[in-house]
Each structure stands twice: as structure tokens, then as C-alpha cells.
């Protein structure tokens, strides 16, 4: 009987891989060797390793295929393209929700403390950290690490107009040298 290689619709159907079972039996032996090492069991710091050290391998292996799937083979057309661009994006906007629904319900208990915990916020026993030392550092590196990162992937962008226009006038090669110094101090 003839094999039939063409295939007749855009979508990619997976092949049968190991990778999801292995990366579980990983991840579970990550999480009972990270147990077993608090509580001071003798081989549990081996087994942490073992796990994580296997999760990472299934990691590596796993990307490779999908590397290869998407390169070698063609597999992954414009529709299947479009499904992990849409399934990236449902990914961050359940974050978002989750982030949201979480500060939603740290302000909720805030501005209506409950009964339970004396109606008072923060709850008694529970000393609040001064917002204005650490957080206020780390939310500051936040911003300027991503603003940082914005400001040479702009720069470099147009580093590279620059450099395709004067290709394109074809400056004499030492003037070029020049103009490449320049703009790299």
C-alpha cells in the first residue's frame, strides 16, 4: 500500500514523544528530592539534582525536536505559526489575571479586613517593611533594566539603517572605518 506524503491540511499533527513523561518523572523527582533535602533526608539533595538535572536535559531535548520540526521538516506552517503566537498570547493574559485577581484580593482584604483577623489591616502579629528602601530599589532596576534594553535595541536598529545607507552611497573604506569608531565610543 502507497504512503500518502502530502498533507492536506495546514495544522502539524505531533509525533508520539517521550518528553512529557520523562520531564514529569523529572519534575517529581525534583519536588520529593527538594522535600526530602528539608527535611534532612540523606539522599535527598541527590535526588534534587537528579531531578533537576533531568529536567533540564528534557528541556534541551525537547526544544531540539521542535527546533527541528520547525526548520528541518517544515512543520510548522503559517497556521500552526499563528496558533503559538495565539497560544503565547492566552498564556501572558492568564498571568495577567492571575496577577490581577491576586492584588485584587490583597487590596480587598486591606480595605475590608474581616472579623476573623481582627478587622484590622495588616493583621496584628504582622509587621509591615518600609515600601520606600527595598522595593522602591528593585522596582527602579525594573524599570530602568527594560528601559535600558529598549534604548540599545533602538540604537542598534538604527546603527544598522545607517550602516545599509552608507553601503549603499559606498563611502571609501577608510571614512567608513572612521564613522564606525565614532559611533562605537
Not at 500518502?4 to 519534575?27: C, E, K, N, Y
Not at 526530602?36 to 525537547?62: C, D, T
Request: aromatic share 16%; proline share 6%.
Amino acid at each position: 500500500m502507497k504512503k500518502i506524503t502530502r498533507q492536506i491540511h495546514p495544522f502539524h499533527l505531533v509525533d508520539p514523544s517521550p518528553w512529557p513523561m520523562l520531564g514529569a518523572f523529572s519534575a517529581m523527582g525534583a519536588t520529593s528530592g527538594g522535600v526530602m533535602y528539608m527535611h534532612a533526608y540523606k539522599s535527598g539533595g541527590y535526588l534534587l539534582g537528579l531531578g533537576l538535572l533531568g529536567i533540564v536535559l528534557v528541556m534541551a531535548v525537547w526544544w531540539r525536536d521542535i527546533i527541528r520540526e520547525a526548520t528541518f521538516e517544515g512543520q510548522h506552517t503559517h497556521a500552526v505559526q499563528k496558533g503559538l503566537r495565539w497560544g503565547m498570547l492566552l498564556f501572558i493574559v492568564s498571568e495577567i489575571m492571575f496577577f490581577f485577581a491576586f492584588f485584587w484580593a490583597f487590596f480587598w482584604s486591606s480595605c475590608a479586613p474581616a472579623i476573623e483577623i481582627g478587622a484590622i489591616w495588616p493583621p496584628k502579629g504582622i509587621v509591615p517593611f518600609n515600601c520606600w528602601e527595598i522595593p522602591l530599589l528593585n522596582t527602579l532596576i525594573l524599570l530602568t533594566s527594560g528601559a535600558t534594553v529598549t534604548l540599545c535595541h533602538n540604537a542598534m536598529l538604527l546603527f544598522l539603517q545607517v550602516f545599509n545607507y552608507l553601503s549603499i552611497v559606498m563611502l571609501p573604506l577608510p571614512f567608513l572605518m572612521v564613522f564606525m569608531v565614532l559611533v562605537s565610543i
